[in-house]
C-alpha cells in the first residue's frame, strides 16, 4: 500500500459557504507533503477533517487503506497554527497529561518527554509555567507533545511561527528525521522556502478546490518554460547583445568591459536551444548556460493567478 492517507471527492460546507469542493488527494507514505494554498483556500478544514474535529458533507478519507475511523486518530499527530497549551499549568505537569491523552502511559510518557527535552536542551522548564515561556519556547513543547507518541502521520500547520532561524533549524532537523525513521508528514504552511527544502509532494488548494498537486520536482519540470541565465568572455559584448537581441527575447543584461563578461538571461523557443548556442559558440567563449527552473513560490503565485484569471 503506497499511500498513508487518501481524500476521495470531499466536500464540505459550511452554511452557503463551501470550504471544500469535491477535493482528492493521494499522501505517499514516508514522504514530506506539501499542503498549500491562500488563506481561506480550504487547507485547515482537510486537516479538520482528517483529525476528525469535523467531518465532510460527502466524500471519504482513507487512513492506511480503511475508512477513517475514532481509533485512528492514536495513529495521527497534529500540530495546529493556533496553540492550545494552558498557560497556568507547568510545563512537565500538561505535557504528560497530554501524552496520557494520546494513550501512553504515565511510565511511558515520562520517559519519552525526559528524551525529548533533554533532545531540545529544554529540561530546565519542567516546573515552569506556560506563561513564563516566550511563544517559540512554548511551540518547542507544543512540538514535543505531537510527536511524543510516534504517530504514523504528523500534521504541522506552520510549525516554524514564533521561532527564530536557530530554533527554526533544529526543528526542521528534527522534522526530517522524523520522517527517515518512517513517519509520513503533511505540512501546511506560507513560506515557500521552507517547501522547497523538505517537500517532496504538493498540493495546491485555491476557493476550495485542488489546483495542482504532484511530484514537486515533476511540477517544476512541467513549469519550464525554457528560459536560460548565460555567461559569455568575448569582445564588444554590446554589438554582439544588440545583434542578438533583434533574433532572441534577452532580458537583465550587464556586460563588464574591463573582464569582457557579458551576463543575460533569455527566453527560447523550445526548439531553438541548440541553434542558439551554436551562435554562442561561434562568437565567444560560455562561461555557464544554466536553465532557470521556477521556485515553489513563482509556481504558487503563477497557478493561483491563472485560475483567477478564468473564474
Known sequence: MKNILVARNVTKKFGNQ?????????????????LLGPNGAGKTTLIRIINQITYPDSGEVLFNGELLQPHHIAQIGYLPEERGLYK?????????YLAQLKGLSKSDANQRLRYWFDKLDIGDWWNRKIQELSKGMAQKIQFIVTVLHEPKLLIFDEPFSGFDPINANIIKDEIIKLKEKGTSIIFSTHRMESVEELCEYIALLHNAEKILDGKLEDIKKRYKN??????????????FLNLISDKFDITESTYDIRKKQLDFTVQLPSDDTR????????????NNFVETIPTANEIFIQTVQNKNAHE
Do not use: H
Open 226 to 239: 525554457n528560459i536560460f541565465r548565460v555567461g559569455l568572455e568575448l569582445e564588444n559584448g554590446e554589438n
Open 275 to 286: 541553434n542558439f548556442l551554436s551562435i554562442l559558440s561561434a562568437e565567444a567563449s560560455i
Open 18 to 34: 463551501i470550504a471544500l469542493n469535491n477535493v482528492s488527494l493521494e499522501i505517499p507514505r514516508n514522504c514530506i507533503y506539501g
Open 88 to 96: 497556568s499549568m507547568k510545563v512537565g505537569e500538561q505535557a504528560l
